[in-house]
Structure formats: structure tokens, C-alpha cells
């Protein structure tokens, strides 16, 4: 049983680290100490009871789910205690073949309420706790630890890949280039990343973009009010958000209105898009969890992801190359409508990977834009006082909003940057360690792979007092009469408010979303009032169960 369990880590964590770390000597040891400790473990099961006890820690899940605390390291010669390695760090208990996954098959941790776990494991285990999958991962809750390897100096941060999404795009090589934007690394994630995202980061293209989303956002507010029940109520509010995400990511990217707010455009195709959109995003999630049989069978998991991935490439590159031989036939000279031109025209680049790289950005910008909307409007419901703030502040915009009104908006912009704390869309961040580091007191060794739980610590007394209420205050400058700054707030965990990741790795659509919730929220507010009428669990849920529905009612402002 140890050779085989041995022979098959050899293999998946030689490939896995391979895939991640160019240092091959930093991978060698890493591997090395993953295999002694297999060795150990399985010789201590061995000389009891072996697979007896296996299966009694199975099936005392319930009542006995975490292994004992890892005993302080004995000192050396000289006194100094011995540096404690990735494998005694705490975490729950570590079965054969299946690692720690047990408790999301056997256990009370299901994974619509991992949001929740995660929470537990800190309260449980401190600032740092080892999960074992086909390799060991470090899930890190430190402030402290998180700002050590987010501001790590790389000139090309290593992130995991995702690995549903690489194994179908390489089963599909007459649609995908060899690489893409999202699983890329090294060199070649910098090259796609500087040649697809440079028009959606460009601030003069933003600026001239505003006029637009304007424009958009009015639509967006008259199709609320007509698809409004008689109480006031929208029943399903993903799908007039997910309308307006594809709506705006579209006029921006490919330059042209699609109609889905102002026509009866929402028609069946539209509907598959945007589920299948929310379904692809968490048939991902899930496949981070369980056995990961999808990878060498058809799973029904791989099968549905597959299913939502055609619908996605072939109803989005049906909408581009309707664009563009609109846009030829046009010839419009306009910054707007050159963005997916110039992706298509950038040299270096294979034709499959452009139209991947459109596709991406516009998946990736739907499903972004509808859940932290949904999650904005949410925290903003529990307090009228904030809606009315926010319509204050914009109340001389009669008409359209301009730049400066957005740069002078300073409370809606606390209110989403309290948001982002609170309930961040991405509630962790992944990164591969390039070198050798000391966290929370242990050793992890270059190529491991990290997840620093930026929302677990967003949610921590430590960072941020009264951190479990919803305070846009705590982001505001206190100003005198002449709008000069004379006490600048500052709470200690403002560092790892990440929503959109950090620096090289930072999600390149941060600006684009940033200017269109304070848009939206700004004519939403000009108009209504609103009351989340979902219950309050379903904040979370609805990014994993995409048919969970979200109402919300909108009182007109009187």
C-alpha cells in the first residue's frame, strides 16, 4: 500500500511543481521532503492497525475531524529551537490517497458554506492550517503573513492554474491556442496580459467610456421599473444585473450597444449565456474539491462544465465577429470601438488565442460586475441612511455624470471599498512561492502552493474594529472647511482589502468595475430606494447554487 500510495504522489506532485516553479532545485527538495513525510506517515499507520485505522478515522468524522496540535519542536545543541517544517503545521486530519478532502465527503463542511469553513479553520487553528490535496497547501489567515507573499518582488507572480479550464482548452486545440490569459505564466502570461488588457486599463479610454455607461445605467433603470412586480419587487435580480454586465462589458470591448436593456433582445439565447456563464464559475469552484476524477473520466462535473463552455465560445464569438464586420463596414476612428480591433490586429499573437482573450474578458466581466453589484446593493439595503447619502452626493447630476463627479464621490467610493472588505467576490488569493519563507514560524519551501484568506482577515477583530458591520465611515478622511485632509483614517488591515488581487496579478477589469458601480449604485439611488428582500445566508450562496434566486424590492425616491 505505501509504494503505491508513494509511486502515485511521485508522479502528480512532480508534474504539478513542474507546471508551477522554474527552480528546479527548490523543486527537487520539495518533493523530496513531501515523499519522506508520506513514508513516515504511512510507516506510523502501518505499525498499528494500517488500514483499520483508516477506517475508523472515517467513520469518526463527526466526532473526532481535526488531528491533535503539532508539539512544539524540540531545541538543538545550541539551544535554539528546531525551524518547523510545512508538515507541522496544524490542519485537519490527513487520510491516504484523499489527503484532508474526507470532511467534504464525510464530515459536516459542505461546499456551499465554504465561505464559512474557512472561517472555522482560522477560529480553530490560528493564523495558519495545511490542507493536503495532490499536494500540500498552506491556507494562510495572517495579515502579517498575506503582506510577505502578496508583495513579494516578482516580475511575473506564479498563480495555480486552473486546471478544469486547461484540461477541456486543450482538448479543444481547434478553438485555443496553446496557452491562455487565465492558466499563462512566466513570460508568456506578461506578453498576453500587456497585448489583450492594455485597451480596458488605458484611463483616457475609461474617461471617454463614461458617456456611454451613462447612458446604459438610464436603460438599466427604466428596465427595473418595468420589470417590477406590483409590490415594487424584482424576483430575480441576476438576470437584469447579468444584462447589464454583458450590456456594458460589450459596448466597451466590442464597441457597439447590444440592446439587451432597451429591446426584447433577453431572448432565449441571452438566457443560456449569462447561466451559463454562472454555472461555468461554479462548476470551477467545485472542481477544486472532491476526488478530481473529472481529469481522467467524463465526469457529470467535466460534462456540465464542458456543456457551459461551448454555449459561452460559441454565443460570444457569434456576438465578435457580428461586431466586427460591423465595425469594417463602419470604419469608425473612435478609442471606444478600436479595442477588440486592436487585439485582433496585435502582432506575436495566434488568432485563437485573440478571440480566447475577448472571450475571457467578457465572461470574466459579466460574472464580476452582476455579483459585486449584488453584494453592493446588499450592504447598502441594511441602511437607508447610506442610499440617501449616495443620492445627496449626486444630486446636482441632473442629467449625465461626469469624471468628476465620480473622483468627487468620496462616501459611494467608501461605501464600495466597504463592500470589497466585507464580501469580496474573491475571497482568496492563490500564489505559488518562488522562494524560500518563514511564515507564522514555519519553513515552506519554494513551490508551495499558498492561499492567503484575504476575506477571513478583512472579517478579524485584529484588522478592523467592529469588522462584522457594514461601516463606510471607517474609510473617510475628516476634512475642514476648505476640503483640506486633516486626519486621514487608516485601519491596520486596509492591506489586505485585495478584491481584485495585487499588483502584477491584479485583475486588469478593477478600473472598468470600479466606474460601473459607482455609476450604477449613483442612478439607482437618484431613483430608488431599495430592501433586500433574500434572506441574509443567500449572500454567499447564490455565487455557488447559481439558481438561488435574489429579490430586491425598489420604492421610488419621493
Not at 502501518?46 to 469518526?60: E, F, H, Y
Not at 490586429?345 to 470574466?364: A, C, H, R, V
Not at 515552506?444 to 492561499?451: E, F, H, P, W
Amino acid at each position: 500500500m505505501s509504494v503505491t500510495i508513494v509511486l502515485f504522489y511521485t508522479f502528480v506532485t512532480l508534474f504539478m511543481f513542474l507546471s508551477y516553479n522554474p527552480k528546479p532545485k527548490k523543486i527537487v527538495e520539495s518533493i523530496r521532503s513531501f515523499l519522506l513525510h508520506l513514508l513516515q506517515h504511512n510507516g506510523d499507520a502501518g505499525a498499528g492497525s494500517g488500514g483499520l485505522q483508516a477506517a475508523t478515522a472515517c467513520n469518526a468524522a463527526q466526532t473526532s475531524p481535526v488531528s491533535p496540535p503539532a508539539p512544539s519542536p524540540p531545541p538543538n545543541d545550541a539551544g535554539v529551537p528546531t525551524v518547523r517544517s510545512i508538515w507541522d503545521i496544524p490542519g485537519p486530519r490527513r487520510l491516504p490517497l484523499i489527503g484532508t478532502k474526507w470532511r467534504y465527503f464525510f464530515g459536516r463542511h459542505r461546499y456551499a458554506k465554504v465561505h464559512e469553513t474557512f472561517m472555522e479553520m482560522h477560529r480553530r487553528y490560528g493564523p495558519i492550517m495545511l490542507d493536503v490535496d495532490t499536494v500540500p497547501i498552506v491556507n494562510l489567515f495572517d495579515r502579517a503573513d498575506m503582506e510577505k507573499v502578496l508583495r513579494y518582488p516578482s516580475r511575473y507572480p506564479f498563480r495555480p492554474p486552473t486546471e478544469i479550464v486547461e484540461v477541456y482548452r486543450s482538448s479543444r486545440p481547434d478553438r485555443f491556442g496553446v496557452t491562455n490569459l487565465i492558466n499563462a505564466q512566466g513570460a508568456k502570461w506578461h506578453e498576453l496580459r500587456a497585448k489583450l488588457t492594455t485597451g480596458i486599463t488605458s484611463r483616457r479610454v475609461l474617461q471617454a467610456f463614461i458617456p456611454s455607461v451613462n447612458e446604459i445605467c438610464d436603460d438599466f433603470v427604466d428596465l427595473v421599473r418595468r420589470q417590477r412586480a406590483d409590490d415594487g419587487t424584482i424576483r430575480n435580480f441576476q438576470d437584469i444585473a447579468n444584462s447589464v454586465g454583458l450590456e456594458i462589458i460589450c459596448c466597451l470591448v466590442l464597441g457597439r450597444r447590444m440592446g439587451y436593456l432597451t429591446t426584447n433582445r433577453q431572448n432565449a439565447k441571452f438566457m443560456r449565456l449569462a447561466e451559463a456563464v454562472k454555472e461555468s464559475f461554479v462548476y470551477i469552484g467545485e472542481s477544486y474539491f472532491g476526488l478530481k476524477l473529472w481529469k481522467y473520466v467524463p465526469t457529470r462535473l467535466y460534462s456540465n462544465f464542458v456543456r457551459c463552455e461551448e454555449i459561452i465560445y460559441e454565443t460570444i464569438a457569434e456576438i465578435v465577429y457580428e461586431a466586427l464586420e460591423e465595425e469594417q463596414l463602419n470604419c469608425p476612428d473612435n478609442d471606444v470601438k478600436h479595442i477588440f480591433i486592436s487585439i485582433l490586429q496585435t502582432e506575436g499573437l495566434d488568432t485563437k488565442e485573440k478571440i480566447s482573450g475577448i472571450i475571457d474578458l467578457i465572461t470574466s466581466a459579466i460574472e464580476t460586475l452582476s455579483n459585486t453589484l449584488s453584494f453592493l446593493l446588499h450592504n447598502l439595503s441594511q441602511t437607508v441612511e447610506y442610499q440617501r447619502e449616495i443620492a445627496h452626493e449626486f444630486a446636482h447630476c441632473v442629467q449625465h455624470i461626469t469624471n468628476e463627479d465620480l473622483v468627487s464621490a468620496r462616501f459611494t467610493k467608501a461605501c464600495i471599498q466597504e463592500s470589497y472588505r466585507i464580501s469580496p467576490t474573491t475571497p482568496c488569493l492563490a500564489r505559488i512561492l518562488e522562494e524560500d519563507f518563514q511564515l507564522s514560524g514555519y519553513h515552506l519551501q519554494a513551490g508551495t502552493l499558498v492561499l492567503c484568506h484575504t476575506r477571513v482577515a478583512c472579517l478579524s477583530e485584529d484588522n478592523f474594529q467592529q469588522a462584522d458591520r457594514f461601516l463606510p465611515d471607517r474609510w473617510l478622511e475628516q476634512r475642514d472647511e476648505n476640503d483640506n485632509v486633516v486626519n486621514k483614517r487608516a485601519e491596520p488591515g486596509a492591506s489586505v482589502v485585495l478584491p481584485f488581487g495585487i499588483g502584477r496579478r491584479m485583475c486588469p477589469g478593477q478600473k472598468v468595475i470600479d466606474i460601473e458601480l459607482t455609476l450604477l449604485v449613483a442612478k439607482i439611488f437618484q431613483n430608488f430606494e431599495i430592501e433586500y428582500r433574500s434572506p441574509l445566508d443567500t449572500q454567499f450562496q447564490f455565487l455557488l447554487a447559481p439558481r438561488t434566486p435574489i429579490e430586491i424590492r425598489f420604492r421610488d425616491r419621493t
